[in-house]
């Protein structure tokens, strides 16, 4: 019987030697190296940066290779679509464009640099939406990954990095030496059937990950870090988007880790694009002057159906925040957030009317934003300085705010008054502390008052692809 297990062992490490062996032969034999990965589509064609000079030392620029890797690969769009393979190694680089129905992925030790060479950052107009550039009046640096006007594109990889070297850019901004608007990692404008996954984002010159005035969005597995003192290291952007899902990230931000957004003022209202029908789920924050989840400031498209799910925050300022300002317009309704763990915050929840910051002093005094329908439940966080100060706007109140079945324990050095509410309408249900008196409790049998959509969003049907590929090796 003894002699039975210790033969089935020998000839079980046999095989496996053999195994190994073969993997090995067969691996130089051929000379390529196979992967797979989900994507919302595969690519019929594939090519290493390396095909077209790429060069992987960390100091010769990329820049004109990934271009010509792109403009080759864009003739492959209406011929099953092409892939750009970027091996190990680290590529520098300026900001280049990506095309349709196209997938720039990143082998797992690949990491991108961003050039700190400013003629390799072309300038490009301010948003429509925005009316000028956020640091500056003028134009703005164009991102690292960009793209405009696209269908079908993807940017993903088996957690490779892309590191923006953002001290540079957060030092001249703090100097005022700008003249443009610092780029971003990831913008995407225009566009339509998006993915971002997989990735590793380090250092941002501001922004990370910035989609506008595009639809059907999937943003999955990022882990993006930029802590303080990095200015405007927002995570996520999702600014006049439809159909937008952003689950499984990891974000430690000198700014939001989220930031739900339409647009600034006047120029806001004009342009008229809203973001709706927007899902986040499983998200960890990290964000110790900001919130986890931000909706505004710049709102003045409306912001609607914003749903949130199982979101966590560490030493983090706020939850999920509304900020906004008389001359922003618009409006942010049917918010629903189920299900927050939170320690070490400032506010659980934290609303802002007069958040000031204008575009320029051409703004409609008259433009009232309209906050209503937000609701809040099953909410758990500990060490809190205060559990919520809602500031809506005198004459503009913050209506239909539901917030159920919450337990805050508040911080040795808390504040003496939990509550603050001015200009403040709606319910509350099961919250400890008690809440302020224009919260009234409904009682513990309301637990339930603040809904969360049965529903799904239309991007929850769509369903990623296994693709696999085999490169040739670098
Ligand atoms: C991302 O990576 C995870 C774990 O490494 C894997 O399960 C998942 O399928 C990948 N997602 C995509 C979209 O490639
Ligand atoms: C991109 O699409 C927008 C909206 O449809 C349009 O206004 C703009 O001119 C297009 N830009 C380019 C470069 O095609
Ligand atoms: C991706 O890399 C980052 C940075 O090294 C790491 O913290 C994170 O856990 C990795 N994620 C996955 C899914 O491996
Ligand atoms: C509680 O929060 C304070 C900051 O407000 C922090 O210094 C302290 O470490 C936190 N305590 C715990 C147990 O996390
Ligand atoms: C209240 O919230 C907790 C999590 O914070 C959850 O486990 C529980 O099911 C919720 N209660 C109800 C009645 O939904």
Redesign the pocket.
């Known amino acids: 019987m003894r002699i039975q297990v210790i033969i089935l062992v020998c000839a079980l490490l046999l095989v496996t030697l053999l195994s190994s062996e073969v993997a090995e032969s067969r691996k130089s034999k051929t000379g390529s190296t196979s992967f797979e990965y989900k994507a919302i589509n595969c690519r019929a064609y594939s090519a290493s940066l390396t095909d077209f000079g790429g060069v992987g030392d960390g100091k010769t620029s990329n820049t004109k290779a990934f271009k010509s890797a792109i403009s080759h690969l864009s003739e492959y769009a209406s011929k099953g679509g092409a892939q750009l393979y970027v091996p190990a190694g680290k590529w520098l680089t300026g900001s280049f464009s990506l095309s349709s129905h196209f997938t720039l992925y990143l082998n797992k030790d690949a990491v991108l640099l961003a050039s700190q060479d400013i003629s390799e950052w072309p300038v490009i107009e301010p948003l429509p939406s925005y009316g000028r550039g956020r640091d500056a009046a003028a134009g703005r640096y164009t991102s690292l990954i960009f793209g405009t006007n696209l269908t079908d594109v993807i940017v993903t990889g088996d957690n490779g990095t892309i590191d923006g070297q953002g001290a540079f850019w957060w030092q001249k901004f703090h100097k005022k030496q700008l003249k443009y608007t610092r780029p971003y990692l990831i913008e995407l404008m225009f566009s339509d059937k998006i993915q971002i996954s997989n990735l590793t984002l380090l250092n941002s010159p501001s922004w990370n990950v910035h989609p506008v005035y595009s639809s059907n969005i999937i943003i999955k597995g990022l882990t993006i870090i930029a802590t303080l003192p990095s200015p405007n290291t927002d995570g996520i952007n999702p600014d006049s988007c439809t159909n937008t899902r952003i689950e499984d990230c990891y974000i430690v931000s000198g700014d939001d880790c989220v930031a739900v957004k339409s647009g600034w003022d006047e120029y806001g209202i004009k342009f008229g694009w809203p973001t709706k029908q927007l899902v986040i789920r499983r998200l960890t924050c990290i964000s110790p002057e900001s919130a986890a989840i931000a909706l505004g400031s710049e709102m003045s498209g409306g912001i609607q159906d914003v749903r949130a799910e199982d979101i966590t925050a560490i030493h983090t300022e706020s939850g999920v925040r509304i900020k906004t300002a008389v001359g922003r317009g618009g409006y942010v309704k049917d918010i629903y957030v189920k299900g927050m763990t939170m320690?070490?915050m400032k506010w659980v929840f934290w609303m802002t009317g007069s958040y000031g910051s204008h575009a320029d002093s051409h703004y409609d005094p008259k433009a009232l934003p309209e906050i209503k329908g937000i609701n809040y439940r099953d909410v758990v966080a500990d060490?809190v300085?205060m559990a919520a100060r809602l500031e809506g706007i005198s004459n503009d109140p913050f209506t239909g705010i539901c917030i159920a079945n919450v337990t805050i324990n508040m911080?040795a050095?808390a504040k003496k008054q939990p509550w603050t509410c001015t200009d403040i309408e709606g319910i509350t249900s099961g919250v400890t502390p008690k809440p302020c008196n224009s919260l009234p409790d409904q009682g513990q049998d309301n637990i339930k008052a603040c809904d969360f959509p049965a529903d799904n969003l239309p991007i929850d049907s769509l369903k990623l692809k296994k693709c696999a590929y085999r490169i040739k090796h670098e």
Do not use: I, R
Request: hydrophobic share 15%; net charge positive; no cysteine.
């Open positions: 320690h070490t060490n300085t911080a050095k």
